[in-house]
């Protein structure tokens, strides 16, 4: 059986991408309206620009093809890219080194990059005219959208996993079962769930707490592994 690695939607289209580089690409019907196949195994991370299919993937590349299905470019890298974000006609990329790329939509070509963070970039968030780049580093960094002035916001003593944005705050969920919540006007934490060294040591990297949603009154979690589930956590918190 072939298996669904994501999907995307694009002007009202939805993208589905099989294994095997297999893509459907459906209305708002749901019928099929076209299959390409671009022939790579595992696709990690894609997005649909300016009617490019673009594709992180292995080998140092981010890839790009017609939305028929033709291959367009290769954009070379330094390392292995794990994600992007896209901001006005600019995409911006990150390796496992801790480089970040920034490149343009318009021919494609990488205009900067820069090399404050020290591992592997997990996740970009923007906000406020800012770009936020967490890394396994340990770090968060807020930027520039020129990458020229950058700040270390946050650094922590745990694995960072995962960072989502909401009303002004970050919220950071840790390999070490904990929470914390950064406000981006004072930079300051709040621990919303204290690390729970017991089972950090006891699973090690397997004690994820994964940050689903935040709503207006609830910050909605889940944990993995352990069994341990938070549910409809208060988002004010102390």
Sequence with gaps: PINIQLFYIYKDYLYIVFDY??????????NIVNRINISIDFIPDMCIINDYITIVVDACFIKLWTLDGTFYKNI?????????????NYLYAGDDCGFIYKISTIDFQIIKTVTQHTSTILSFI???????????????IEWDLNLNKYKIIFTSHHNIQNVKYYNNHL??????????????????????IKPNKYIYHLFNWNNKLHLINIT?????????FYLRDYKDLPIKTK
């Design 216 to 224: 207006k009154q609830y910050i909605k979690i889940y944990g993995d």
């Design 76 to 88: 070379p890298c330094n390392n292995w890219v794990n994600n992007f974000i896209v901001i006005d």
């Design 21 to 30: 580089g297999y893509i459907f690409i459906l209305d708002t019907n749901d």
């Design 126 to 140: 923007y906000t406020n005219n800012h770009l936020y780049s967490s890394s396994n580093d340990k770090t968060i």
């Design 171 to 192: 919220f950071i969920t840790y390999m070490s079962d904990s929470l914390t919540k950064l406000d981006l006007n004072t930079y300051g934490c709040t621990e919303l």
